[in-house]
């Protein structure tokens, strides 16, 4: 299980004040570049000793693409050399205190392999982040993101999660391999209106970031759906009129800045 660790005494990799930025500004659907005005407002009205913002996340991928060393690099600043195959799924909880608030990533790490697939399938559902993971020493491993991301959202009951495509072990590779494959992922990442990171977690390379990244659009996420909620509950507003911004939906911006019109919304 994670460092958990009260809320006065929290680490300072684990306070978020500004809204965490994309890998490479131009490979995200998630276009949004601070803390909307409405949840900051929110925020000041509420409850200091609320509960905590739930988000789940999942990671899922090929077999030794670095699921669990990502996961565990992040909770627990280790990195383990020896391979030991994920039976089903593991289970993290980190919280991370935004804006004063505190909230708690679930991170499930589910197994690679295929015989633990009905497994694992079982706990993609409710997921608020699908991060799928993949080698970049491996090509085969990036085709096979898109069967990753099908499986997971045919058994997801949130109707847009946010998206990450994530080429791990970069340390592995030469520059110019790197080059290559970063490229190969963002065009992946494209497709699938997901946002892209390369990351080591032999090294540590952009894996809080990712993280950050992850409770950042999470957070923003969870509050705005719960102003919502308690509009709804008060009368002032109808379930139909709900944001479509709620949940994972986002624009590509193009090189040149503008937004790129093949997006999900
Ligand atoms: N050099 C290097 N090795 C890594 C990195 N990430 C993972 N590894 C190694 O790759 C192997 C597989 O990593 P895991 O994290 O167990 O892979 P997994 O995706 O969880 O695998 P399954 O549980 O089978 O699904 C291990 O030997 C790790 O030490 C990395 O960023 N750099």
């Not at 809204?19 to 929110?42: G, H, L, M, W």
């Not at 923003?220 to 719960?226: G, P």
Request: hydrophobic fraction near 35%.
């Amino acid at each position: 299980m994670g460092r958990r660790t009260m809320s006065t005494q929290f680490p300072t990799d684990r306070v978020i004040q500004d809204f965490p930025k994309a890998y490479k500004s131009n490979c995200t659907p998630y276009i949004q570049e601070d803390f909307s005005v409405e949840v900051r407002n929110a925020l000041n009205l509420t409850n200091p000793n609320r509960d905590a913002y739930i988000c789940k996340v999942i990671f899922v991928g090929d077999i030794s693409v670095g699921k669990t060393t990502i996961v565990k690099r992040f909770c627990l600043d280790n990195f383990e050399q020896a391979y030991k195959a994920t039976i089903g799924v593991d289970f993290e909880i980190e919280t991370i205190r935004i804006l004063d608030q505190p909230h708690n990533l679930q991170i499930w790490d589910t197994a690679g392999q295929e015989r633990f697939k009905c497994i694992s399938q079982a706990y993609y559902r409710n997921s608020q982040v699908i991060a799928i993971v993949f080698d970049m020493t491996k090509p085969k491993t990036l085709e096979d993101a898109t069967c990753w991301l099908e499986s997971a959202l045919a058994v997801n009951s949130i109707e847009k999660p946010f998206l990450f495509l994530v080429g791990c072990k970069c340390d592995l590779v030469s520059q110019k391999e790197f080059e290559i494959m970063e490229r190969s992922g963002m065009e992946m990442a494209k497709g699938m209106q997901a946002e892209y990171w390369s990351v080591s977690a032999k090294t540590g390379f952009n894996i809080h970031e990712l993280f950050n990244r992850i409770a950042g659009l999470s957070f923003e996420s969870s509050v705005k759906k719960s102003i919502i909620e308690s509009a709804i509950s008060l009368g002032g507003i109808r379930p139909s009129q709900i944001s479509r911004q709620i949940y994972g939906v986002g624009k590509f911006r193009r090189a040149d800045g503008k937004l790129d019109s093949s997006c999900r919304c």
